[in-house]
């Protein structure tokens, strides 16, 4: 008999969420990560995670707006298991310890990019922190094992996994890995948003084996890269700006584009506008337009924006005095594994949650869904990968 029910691959949202579910679900479970357990995407995420609280909003009009944001590319069985759970997955991180930001009694909803309704919860400026150490300190104090600095180098059937200096063997495997927008910033010579550890060589792990995969080739540009001062070059300046009222302007000051947009939409706008020669030039010659931030209310930004204003002001420059320059920067794998509702990938025995899957966003993914797909898929991976194992 393996030593393991369950073997989770990575340690961001989706691997934290998957490892306590598999756990809670009575498997013996190990969890593998690259670095430390605290290296990775998720811990990154500022703006926040989406779920239909409003009163004039409901799952099935999440599912629409993701629909039309992917350009109807999405797995919409994929999508409705994501709206439909949602609420569930807040409940659930909040017992967890997680406090969303509240006024007048409830959240603090706001609109993100290709949403029709105010649906972003948020904690501050720092909501993948404050999951992300919820799910650790959970996980933490569980009964998984958890093997820092062991980055998977070899599955085979069976399953046995070669990660850093050991070797492991579990009925299943979830691969929650994350994506590869670091290493693919660097091949292109651009700017990323993401953690050195988002290489992507999971999922040629997974590839290899003969896993099947959607959508690779998509790659998300966040449209609000940083491009001034030096050291917040590659910052993701938060989406939440542009909720909070924000807008994109050229070098004449006009608006061009409805800086609320789908992401795609928004980040091609500005592409064009430096192409068509309005746009502005950071000192060190890079190319960006404005994002007028001073439109922002002062009492939105320190409730919704504290780290971002930290974050700019430390670099000498105060976003609600003056505008800042922005462009996009390369941010997010849309595409990834094919997985079903249960986040069974095409391999018997294999799991797959968060970044690394593909389907809940299709080519295009609204901002939000990302963290939410990490806790509801890495929620569902766990308990199937749990109760496969006992089969
Ligand atoms: C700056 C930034 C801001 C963002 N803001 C938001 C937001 O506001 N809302 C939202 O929904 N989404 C946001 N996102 C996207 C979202 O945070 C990520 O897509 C999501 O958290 C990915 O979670 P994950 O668990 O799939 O991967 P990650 O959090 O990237 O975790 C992957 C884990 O796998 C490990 N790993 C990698 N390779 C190996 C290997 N070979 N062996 C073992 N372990 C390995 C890594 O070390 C890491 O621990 C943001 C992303 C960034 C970068």
């Known amino acids: 008999m393996p030593a393991y029910d369950v073997l989770v691959i990575g340690s961001g949202a989706s691997g934290l969420a998957a490892a306590l579910s598999a756990e809670r679900s009575g498997a013996r479970v190990a969890l593998a990560t690259k670095g430390s357990i605290q290296s990775c995407n998720s811990a990154k995420a500022q703006g926040g995670i989406q779920a239909a609280f409003g009163e004039d909003d409901s799952p099935e009009q999440h599912a629409e707006d993701i629909w039309k944001s992917s350009h109807e590319t999405a797995n919409m069985e994929l999508v409705t298991?994501?709206?439909?759970e949602a609420p569930s997955a807040i409940h659930w991180l909040e017992e967890l310890g997680?406090?969303?930001?509240?006024?007048?009694?409830?959240?603090?909803?706001?609109?993100?990019g290709g949403a029709s309704r105010k649906r972003l919860l948020q904690v501050g400026d720092r909501t993948g922190h404050a999951i992300t150490k919820a799910l650790r300190?959970?996980?933490?104090?569980?009964?998984?094992?958890?093997l820092t600095n062991s980055p998977l180098h070899e599955l085979n059937e069976g399953w046995r996994a070669r990660v850093g200096e050991h070797d492991v063997e579990a009925s299943t495997v979830i691969l929650a890995a994350?994506?590869?927008c670091f290493r693919e910033a660097e091949?292109?010579?651009?700017?990323?948003?993401?953690?050195p550890g988002a290489t992507g060589e999971v999922t040629q792990i997974a590839l290899d084996a003969g896993a099947e995969a959607r959508d690779l080739d998509?790659?998300?540009?966040?449209?609000?890269?940083?491009?001034?001062?030096?050291?917040?070059?590659g910052y993701s300046i938060p989406e939440t700006t542009r909720a909070y009222g924000a807008v994109l302007l050229n070098a004449d000051g006009e608006e061009f584009t409805d800086s609320l947009g789908p992401r795609d939409v928004v980040a091609q706008a500005i592409v064009d506008e430096v192409a068509k020669g309005k746009g502005v030039q950071t000192p060190d010659g890079r190319p960006a337009v404005y994002l007028d931030t001073t439109r922002i209310a002062r009492e939105d930004?320190?409730?919704s924006l504290p780290?971002?204003?930290?974050?700019?002001?430390?670099?000498g420059v105060d976003p609600l005095a003056e505008k800042i320059l922005t462009y996009p920067v390369l941010h997010y794998q849309n595409g990834g594994l094919v997985i079903d509702t249960d986040a069974k990938t095409t391999l018997d025995g294999v799991y797959a949650c968060g970044e690394i899957a593909g389907g809940t966003h299709g080519r295009n993914r609204m901002m939000g869904n990302s963290l939410l797909e990490c806790v509801v898929f890495g929620r569902r991976a766990g308990r199937a990968a749990a109760t496969a194992a006992r089969q």
């Open 178 to 180: 994350g994506g590869r």
């Open 137 to 146: 300190d959970a996980v933490e104090a569980s009964t998984v094992t958890v």
């Open 301 to 303: 930004a320190e409730i």
């Open 307 to 315: 780290y971002m204003l930290r974050r700019y002001r430390s670099a």
């Open 98 to 112: 997680v406090e969303f930001t509240r006024e007048n009694g409830g959240y603090r909803l706001a609109r993100c």
């Open 218 to 233: 998509a790659l998300q540009y966040h449209p609000n890269g940083g491009s001034w001062p030096q050291n917040m070059q």
């Open 81 to 84: 298991v994501l709206t439909s």
């Open 187 to 195: 091949v292109r010579g651009e700017l990323s948003t993401n953690h």
